[in-house]
Each structure stands twice: as structure tokens, then as C-alpha cells.
Nanobody, 114 residues
Framework: QVQLVESGGGLVQSGGSLTLSCAASGFTVSSSAMRWYRQAPGKERELVARIDSGGGSTYYANSVKGRFTISRDNAKNTVYLQMNRLKSEDTAVYYC???????WGQGTQVTVSS
């Protein structure tokens, strides 16, 4: 059974940091491109970061480049999103997505207070 479980969201002050986790089961994260998306109220879901399968090349949206880092731990079958220098505009529900399976996690709320 494929499952993605996100955790690590919460309330943080502007300039602070959070690390989101996406624990996978039913497949191996190293075999799939893994993505983090976010959706703010009233806005469309947008791609934040991606890590490819195999060699693990990465992609970041311009809005987060230099502040966010996507990584994976194959031993823990988990993908992470390290978020630094958070801004109020980063407030959103963050979702993990496994491209090979077409599965979404349930989302985790990130709220950045100014």
C-alpha cells in the first residue's frame, strides 16, 4: 500500500526555519522523482522543489531558490524540505508528491508570522 505521510509543519516567525518530512511506504523514494508542492489560500498549487530519481538532481522554484533545500534519505525512505529564512508568503499547505506512483500526501500546514 502506497502512503506518503508529511510532518514538520507549524507556526514560525519570519526569518525562521522548518524542516518538512515526507515518509514513504509501498515504494522506494530513490526510484521516483519526488516533489514538494504548496498551496496558499485562494491560490493554485505550485511546485516548490523536485528531486529526481537515481542521481538526485534538484529543481527549485525561483521564489524559494537559495532558501529551501530538498533531500532524501534512502535508508529512511524519506524526503525532506529544509526551509530557511522563511517569509510570510511561504505560508501554505505543503504537499509531498511521488511522480512514479502519482500519489499525494495529506499535506502539512506551514504558517509564517511577520
Amino acid at each position: 500500500q502506497v502512503q506518503l505521510v508529511e510532518s514538520g509543519g507549524g507556526l514560525v516567525q519570519s526569518g525562521g526555519s522548518l524542516t518538512l518530512s515526507c515518509a514513504a511506504s509501498g515504494f522506494t523514494v530513490s526510484s521516483s522523482a519526488m516533489r514538494w508542492y504548496r498551496q496558499a489560500p485562494g491560490k493554485e498549487r505550485e511546485l516548490v522543489a523536485r528531486i529526481d530519481s537515481g542521481g538526485g538532481s534538484t529543481y527549485y522554484a525561483n521564489s524559494v531558490k537559495g532558501r529551501f533545500t530538498i533531500s532524501r534519505d534512502n535508508a529512511k525512505n524519506t524526503v525532506y524540505l529544509q526551509m530557511n529564512r522563511l517569509k510570510s508568503e511561504d505560508t501554505a499547505v505543503y504537499y509531498c508528491y511521488a511522480a512514479i506512483m502519482g500519489y499525494w500526501g495529506q499535506g502539512t500546514q506551514v504558517t509564517v508570522s511577520s
